[in-house]
């Protein structure tokens, strides 16, 4: 049976999936579960598929970029921190100044953003998990882990 990683984390318009994660994935013959839409196309009815896919991962390739605001994907990597599921993560904080969906990013919300960040950045180190801040090489790290 073939591992399979899931492609978890900021969606949106972001495209690190599509021109990073799956090319090498799939010349590494490593199936994925790839669970982006369309902006504003995800529904609860998605939900049920994402659930079964992310029961069924192997191992988690999870981007916490500074594209989106993301909350969600900072807790499901809470969760499977917690749960001690493997995971190649790469994570960069919001920058000051930082315009995100065309609305300026407030110092307050910026610093709270952040915060997530810092907590799941010492979560990972205390799991032994390694966060990285290119896209490349978390998916490398994801192969490794899958055909471990």
């Known amino acids: 049976m073939k591992k399979q990683v899931f492609l978890g984390g900021i969606c949106g318009t972001t495209t690190w999936r599509r021109e990073i994660a799956i090319p090498a994935l799939e010349a590494a013959g490593v199936t994925y579960h790839n669970p982006q839409l369309e902006v504003d196309e995800w529904t609860e009815a998605h939900e049920a598929a994402e659930v079964k ?11 916490l970029g500074g594209e989106t605001r993301g909350v969600g994907s900072i807790a499901e990597v809470s969760y499977l921190l917690g749960m001690g599921r493997p995971l190649a993560l790469t994570m960069t904080f919001i920058p000051e100044g930082a315009v995100i969906d065309g609305h ?45």
């Open 104 to 148: 300026p990013v407030t110092a307050r919300e910026r610093a709270d953003l952040n915060r997530g960040r810092f907590f799941v950045r010492t979560m990972a180190a205390r799991q032994n998990v390694p966060v990285f801040t290119r896209v490349e090489e978390a998916v490398q790290y994801a192969i490794k882990l899958v055909k471990t």
């Open 53 to 63: 896919a992310k029961e069924e991962a192997d191992v988690f390739l999870f981007v």
